[in-house]
């Protein structure tokens, strides 16, 4: 049942990187067949491989092995545990679609599409798009599909014809939608990733100052207010600079 467990972990958290068995047994430095044997439930991997797993799939041992989790169902059913979280909080940025549309993000996925107007975007703006939530919706429409912020509809169509360019002009509808959005979409999470990446690219710019003198909070609040002006949020190393005068002042005063 452990191994069933931790494989089923295993799976859930690649997936949700949008990693192929592949990809992951490359990173790790193993076989593709012993990740399918530990997702099967069919072995676990050597404990000397548990923190390289960890780093590549950006979570805890704990939560890995389970040993964290709050008990939400009554039995072991790993699958409907997960669906139940993965629906419990609404999410930042979220893509459904109707039935005919699935095979064109299905497709669309093995391309590297999305990540390049994710690139786009922070170079031009500031702005990290978060990952993109994909769910299927069968109540919608077959040609139809939705983008979504915390739950909330921010726009909706219908593809008239299906071709090679239907997930192209998806995914660029959610990227501009991210864009216009991103002061109600950008969170503590976001900001957190922006500030861990300063720090590895630009130590001492952010060290002891994110968030020991300014919060995850107040920095959110800060770009959020640049963005209901209009301006770019990309120069954030004069931004902190500016929210630690800022600081300081208060500290004076």
Not at 179 to 204: F, L, P, R, T
Request: glycine content about 6%; charged content about 30%; overall charge negative.
């Amino acid at each position: 049942m452990m191994n069933k467990n931790i494989g089923e972990l295993i799976c859930r958290y690649r997936q949700d990187r949008r990693m192929t068995q592949e990809e992951f047994a490359a990173r790790l430095g193993v076989t593709p067949q012993a990740v399918s044997k530990w997702e099967r439930g069919y072995g676990l991997p050597d404990v000397s491989l548990i923190e390289g797993i960890c780093k590549i799939l950006e979570v805890s041992a704990n939560r890995l092995l389970g040993l964290d989790e709050s008990k939400i169902v009554e039995n072991n059913n790993v699958s409907m545990k997960n669906e139940i979280k993965n629906n419990m909080f609404a999410e930042p940025l979220v893509l459904e679609f109707g039935e005919d549309i699935i095979p064109c993000v299905v497709s669309g996925l093995e391309t590297d599409h999305i990540n390049v107007l994710r690139s786009r975007l922070v170079k031009s703006t500031g702005i990290l798009m978060p990952v993109l939530r994909l769910k299927d919706n069968v109540e919608l429409g077959k040609l139809s599909y939705r983008i979504l912020s915390y739950d909330k509809v921010l726009y909706e169509d219908k593809i008239e014809i299906i071709d090679e360019n239907t997930y192209k002009i998806i995914i660029d509808r959610v990227a501009a939608e991210c864009q216009k959005n991103y002061a109600s979409i950008i969170n503590k999470h976001i900001v957190k990733a922006m500030i861990e990446n300063m720090k590895e690219m630009y130590s001492g710019i952010a060290d002891d100052l994110v968030p020991d003198k300014i919060s995850y909070l107040q920095l959110q609040r800060e770009l959020q207010g640049r963005l209901k002006k209009g301006q770019s949020i990309r120069d954030m190393i004069h931004i902190l600079e500016e929210l630690e005068e800022k600081e300081e002042k208060n500290k004076i005063h």
